[in-house]
C-alpha cells in the first residue's frame, strides 16, 4: 500500500530562521496535503497540492509538488513562536489520505 | 467554516467497559466519515472509513468487531471501542470531507481515552 515518508522528524528552529521539511510517496499521488496540529490539537488543513509541479504560497509558508508528483516540501521564513507544532502530509490514494510522520517544530526565541 | 465536532473530549475508563465516541458534522452533510488514532507523539493512522446508510471500511490489522462504527445519519458517526483494555488508550481523531470530491478533510477534536 500507499507510504508517506517526512523528515525530519524533529526541527528545533530560531526565531527568525528559515526551514523545510519534506514528504516523499512510495506511489504516485493524486493529489498531497498539508494539516498542522498545534499541541494538544486536532489536525488543521492547509493547502492541497493537485498538479505536477505546483507550487503555493500562504503568506510564509511556500508549498511545492513535485513534478513525479511523488514527494513535496513545505518551507517556512521568518519563523515565528506561531508556527510550533507538527505538520503532516498526507497523500491522498483510494480515497483516503496517508499521513507521514510529521515535523514537530519547537522555536526558541 | 464547517465544523465537526466529537463527544467526549475526554474519558477515562475502567478495563473491560464500553465506550462511545460521537463525531457531529455540524453545518454541513456528510455521507462519509473517516476515524483515526494516534498514539503520542506519532502520526494518525486511519482505522475506517465510515459510510452513511451501510457497513463501514476497516484498514487492515483493525477488529471491526472491537471498533464498531455506525453511521445511522448524515451528520453523525459512532465509534464505539468494546471491551477496551489499556492499550487502546490513545487519541481518536474522526473527520469529514470538506467538499463533494471528498479529498480533503476537517478534523474533530479529537477524543483521548485512557483505560485503566
Known amino acids: 500500500g500507499q507510504q508517506v515518508m517526512q523528515i525530519p522528524q524533529y526541527q528545533h528552529v530560531q526565531e527568525g530562521e528559515d526551514f523545510t521539511t519534506y514528504c516523499n510517496s512510495s506511489?504516485?499521488?493524486?493529489?498531497i496535503q498539508w494539516y498542522k496540529q498545534r499541541p494538544g490539537g486536532h489536525p488543521v488543513f492547509l493547502i492541497q497540492l493537485v498538479k505536477s509541479g505546483e507550487v503555493k504560497k500562504q503568506k510564509r509558508l511556500t508549498f511545492q509538488f513535485g513534478e513525479a508528483k511523488k514527494n513535496s516540501s513545505l518551507h517556512i521564513t521568518a519563523t515565528q513562536t506561531t508556527d510550533v507544532g507538527t505538520y503532516f502530509c498526507?497523500?491522498?490514494?483510494?480515497?483516503?489520505?496517508?499521513f507521514g510522520a510529521g515535523t514537530t517544530v519547537t522555536v526558541r526565541a | 467554516g464547517a465544523v465537526v465536532s466529537q463527544h467526549p473530549s475526554w474519558v477515562i475508563c475502567k478495563s473491560g467497559t464500553s465506550v462511545k465516541i460521537e463525531c457531529r458534522s455540524l453545518?454541513?452533510?456528510?455521507?462519509?466519515m473517516f476515524w483515526y488514532r494516534q498514539f503520542p507523539k506519532q502520526s494518525l493512522m486511519l482505522m475506517a472509513t465510515s459510510n452513511e446508510g451501510s457497513k463501514a471500511t476497516y484498514e487492515q490489522g483493525v477488529e471491526k468487531d472491537k471498533f464498531l462504527i455506525n453511521h445511522a445519519s448524515l451528520t453523525l458517526s459512532t465509534l464505539t471501542v468494546t471491551s477496551a483494555h489499556p492499550e487502546d488508550s490513545s487519541f481518536y481523531i474522526c473527520?469529514?470531507?470538506?467538499?463533494?470530491?471528498?479529498?480533503?478533510?476537517?478534523f474533530g477534536p479529537g477524543t483521548r481515552l485512557l483505560v485503566l
Open positions: 453545518d454541513f452533510q456528510a455521507t462519509t
Open positions: 498526507a497523500g491522498f490514494d483510494d480515497y483516503k489520505l496517508s
Open positions: 506511489t504516485t499521488l493524486s493529489n
Open positions: 473527520s469529514a470531507p470538506q467538499d463533494s470530491r471528498e479529498e480533503t478533510q476537517y
